[in-house]
């Protein structure tokens, strides 16, 4: 498996213009594998259905914390954070607008 260096997204082998390439489904990136000797393989078979759990919108389980938004002005986000880099860097901590839901990200 190969994820886009754009947006983290999985990268689906494709042939575009007969070039095989990974393609990034989200924002369009495709690398070009040529006649790589890796095997890429798409499968549809799918197991059972587990299922599936729908959120509304409103109800945010993140915490809260003073934080100014640069596009409303806003005082409060919400935040997590995620291990984007090696188990020996620091997390990133996303913070998100709690009232014009704008997205962004800290790095320490």
Not at 90 to 96: K, L
């Amino acid at each position: 498996m190969e994820f886009c260096p754009e947006c983290g997204t999985l990268l689906v082998p494709e042939t575009v213009d007969d070039q095989k390439v990974l393609k990034c489904k989200k924002c369009g990136m495709s690398k070009d594998i040529g006649n790589s000797r890796d095997k890429y393989v798409v499968s549809n078979v799918m197991g059972e259905k587990d299922n599936v759990v729908v959120v509304k919108e409103e109800v945010v389980p993140y915490p809260t914390t003073k934080a100014n938004c640069k596009k409303c002005g806003n005082a409060e986000a919400y935040y997590y954070s995620v291990q984007t880099r090696g188990g020996d860097e620091s997390e990133t901590v996303y913070m998100t607008c709690t009232k014009c839901k704008h997205v962004w990200k800290m790095t320490s």
